[in-house]
């Protein structure tokens, strides 16, 4: 089993709808969580971390599920230029090693 | 913005060469990181290093090696390239806050390598 899972997808949604991401992680000592964005031959860019009592950033909200290992992404009004890439980032230890682990993504398609 | 470059951008070269990506990064962060990533795949951490003088390899075998003498410069490199080395590579960075060593991961815009 991956140490982070991500359904890859591929998502394909219209404009304005609302879409949620999943990932699982199998460390349940894990204390740090984030979500990063990429675009097709570009590098992540972090979009937003990922708090114990769920964080809202615009039209994007994060939560994290610890009794279920899980960490979530909603999107409301998706726009075209959501379109991308949607990594998941877990730290693997609970002490100060740092190593962040990604998931493979999960590939957002926003349809006009 | 982050601050943390990385040249060359694209590099085409023929088998056997050594070649070295250079990154560096203007922020003194302490932490530095390489991962490489194939098209439409995970990104897979080959090296870090907690400051000068440290380095550890990461989870992902490589046959690269790094090098950290100085806080802002991660240079890595290959001694003979070969084709199973094409491959993105992305060096990063973060700061320890608050004696934390897991914040977010500032990435500089890669080196896409190519060996003939």
């Known amino acids: 089993r991956k140490e982070v899972e991500q359904d890859p997808g591929p998502f394909n949604v219209p404009e304005g709808a609302t879409v949620a991401f999943n990932c699982t992680y199998s460390?349940?000592?894990?204390?740090?969580f984030f979500w990063y964005r990429q675009d097709c031959r570009k590098e992540p860019k972090l979009l937003m971390s990922v708090y114990s009592s769920g964080n809202e950033d615009g039209r994007f909200t994060a939560q994290l599920n610890r009794a279920s290992q899980y960490i979530s992404l909603l999107i409301r009004d998706s726009k075209l230029s959501d379109s991308a890439t949607y990594l998941c980032v877990v730290n693997m230890r609970p002490s100060n090693t740092g190593k962040l682990i990604f998931g493979q993504g999960t590939t957002l398609q926003v349809k006009p | 913005e982050a601050d943390i470059y990385q040249t060359p951008r694209y590099l085409v070269i023929g088998t056997g060469k050594k070649i070295t990506l250079e990154c560096s990064q203007t922020?003194?962060?302490?932490?530095m990181y390489w991962y490489q990533q194939d098209p439409g795949m995970e990104l897979h951490l080959i090296h870090y290093s907690y400051g000068v003088n440290s380095t550890e390899k990461g989870d992902l075998s490589s046959e690269s090696t790094v090098s950290r003498i100085r806080t802002e410069h991660f240079p890595l490199t290959l001694e003979s390239a070969r084709p199973s080395h094409t491959s993105q590579y992305l060096c990063?960075?973060?700061?320890?806050?608050?004696?934390?060593?897991?914040?977010?991961?500032?990435f500089g815009n890669g080196t896409r390598l190519t060996v003939t």
């Open positions: 990063a960075s973060s700061e320890v806050v608050g004696g934390s060593y897991n914040s977010p991961l500032h």
């Open positions: 922020m003194g962060h302490d932490k």
């Open positions: 460390n349940s000592a894990s204390q740090s």
